[in-house]
């Protein structure tokens, strides 16, 4: 039986849990962010971290993005997927000499420097390497992103970024590091955010530091505002593409960009979230003392948002057209929060059914584990499904 966009009949044949990947959906948002910041003066970036299945890279590249990564090993997958290296830009506040080194051989397009002693390591050794640094300063504009709070990043309790007040001292030091060439600013400030409001406070506070640096004689090509934007997690059939239209207005209107300045962005979850959904079987329907559970085959292993970060995600039925029941849906793993999701509408399921957690692109398969000795797990798209017909 075929639901929705779903081969279930194909998904049959294959050992569950697994990652399904709709390459129409990721194709159609990434044609919108080509149009809603088709701006010379802009180039955005994908955010690796959000889901670094080879397929989904790939495809991202080969639309002509940029990729951020946040390690060696991202940098190494990047560059395998076909990201150029002049697009890469390299973030994170542990950055271990081997993959600075790595970065510096590559020549990638920037390191988004977090801290006054990452940045006097970075000077050794590119000098080491007889090699100059581009860099940019990222900086903790103290916003608040409205959002959870363990994906919010730039207040000035989170450990990311070099504070307002220390700024304009970090880039006049990258002034006197003769291996250092500072290109520009780096900013973000959370993820899942749905609310244009932070993205506005955040130009302000943009708008205010390239002020400082002005008028402290020093000169930015580059401002990269991070990524952030959030998906419809309730919706994802008719909401399936992200507001790109709004989020990419706020900034084009909001900064005082200066002649010659680009604009940078890093998306990570609005490009690939409603492409990924997470299929599982119904192992068992048990009646609990005053509930109902489904137990599946997909644990907090296979996608940690929920037990992590309370997050929601939709579950349909794929295989069921029976009157819906009020379900807790929930793993096998031995914890109390492997649930995914509780007191929710299921069409009535039964031993064997498919159901589908979707919006899972983002953040799925990437924070996926081995915990209880599990195996990770696989993947399809679309076009695998497609070619096998
Ligand atoms: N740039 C930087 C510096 C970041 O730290 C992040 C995400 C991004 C860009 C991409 O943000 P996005 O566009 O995806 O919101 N595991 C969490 C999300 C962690 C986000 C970490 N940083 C979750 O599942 O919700």
């Known amino acids: 039986m075929l639901i929705g966009q779903f081969p279930t009949a194909q998904f049959q044949k294959i050992e569950t849990p697994f990652y399904?990947?709709?390459?129409?959906?990721?194709?159609?948002?990434?044609?919108?962010?080509?149009?809603?910041?088709?701006?010379?003066?802009?180039?955005?970036?994908?955010?690796?971290?959000?889901?670094?299945?080879?397929?989904?890279?790939?495809?991202?590249?080969?639309?002509?993005?940029?990729?951020?990564?946040?390690?060696?090993?991202?940098?190494?997958?990047?560059?395998?997927?076909?990201?150029?290296?002049?697009?890469?830009?390299?973030?994170?506040?542990?950055?271990?000499?081997?993959?600075?080194?790595?970065?510096?051989?590559h020549n990638i397009f920037s390191f988004n420097v977090e801290s006054l002693p990452e940045l006097e390591v970075i000077n050794e050794l590119a000098g080491e390497m007889g090699q100059t640094a581009p860099v940019c300063l990222r900086i903790n504009p103290n916003v608040n992103a409205h959002t959870h709070q363990y994906i919010t990043t730039g207040l000035n309790e989170n450990k990311f970024g070099i504070n307002m007040e220390e700024a304009v001292a970090v880039a006049n030091r990258c002034l006197q590091l003769p291996n250092i060439h500072l290109i520009g600013l780096h900013f973000h400030i959370g993820s899942q955010i749905t609310d244009m409001e932070p993205f506005q406070t955040l130009c302000v506070r943009v708008n205010q530091i390239m002020e400082e640096m002005e008028q402290a004689g020093l000169s930015l090509s580059h401002i990269n505002v991070g990524g952030g934007l959030g998906v419809n997690y309730e919706h994802p059939n008719h909401l399936s593409i992200p507001d790109f239209e709004n989020y990419f207005n706020v900034f084009r209107h909001g900064l005082n960009l200066r002649e010659g300045q680009t604009l940078h962005f890093e998306l990570g979850r609005s490009m690939v979230a409603q492409c990924g959904n997470l299929i599982t079987?119904?192992?068992?329907?048990?009646?609990?003392?005053?509930?109902?559970?489904?137990?599946?085959?997909?644990?907090?292993?296979?996608?940690?948002?929920?037990?992590?970060?309370?997050?929601?995600?939709?579950?349909?039925?794929?295989?069921?057209?029976?009157?819906?029941?009020?379900?807790?849906?929930?793993?096998?793993?031995?914890?109390?929060?492997?649930?995914?999701?509780?007191?929710?509408?299921?069409?009535?399921?039964?031993?064997?059914?498919?159901?589908?957690?979707?919006s899972a692109g983002a953040y799925g398969e990437i924070m996926a584990s081995g915990y209880n000795l599990r195996r990770l797990p696989g993947h399809i798209t679309s076009d695998d499904i497609k070619k096998n017909d």
């Open 20 to 105: 399904y990947y709709d390459m129409d959906i990721l194709r159609n948002t990434l044609e919108e962010i080509k149009r809603r910041a088709a701006d010379a003066y802009m180039q955005v970036h994908y955010a690796v971290k959000a889901c670094a299945t080879p397929e989904i890279m790939r495809e991202i590249a080969a639309y002509g993005f940029g990729a951020d990564c946040v390690n060696g090993e991202e940098i190494k997958a990047a560059l395998a997927a076909g990201f150029p290296a002049h697009k890469i830009v390299f973030a994170g506040v542990g950055k271990t000499d081997r993959e600075i080194r790595l970065a510096l051989e």
């Open 281 to 358: 079987r119904v192992l068992y329907v048990k009646q609990g003392a005053h509930k109902k559970f489904i137990i599946v085959d997909a644990g907090m292993s296979d996608l940690i948002r929920p037990a992590l970060y309370q997050a929601f995600h939709r579950i349909e039925n794929l295989t069921s057209d029976r009157e819906e029941e009020i379900y807790d849906v929930v793993g096998p793993i031995c914890e109390s929060s492997d649930v995914f999701v509780k007191d929710f509408a299921v069409s009535g399921a039964q031993r064997g059914d498919l159901l589908a957690l979707r």
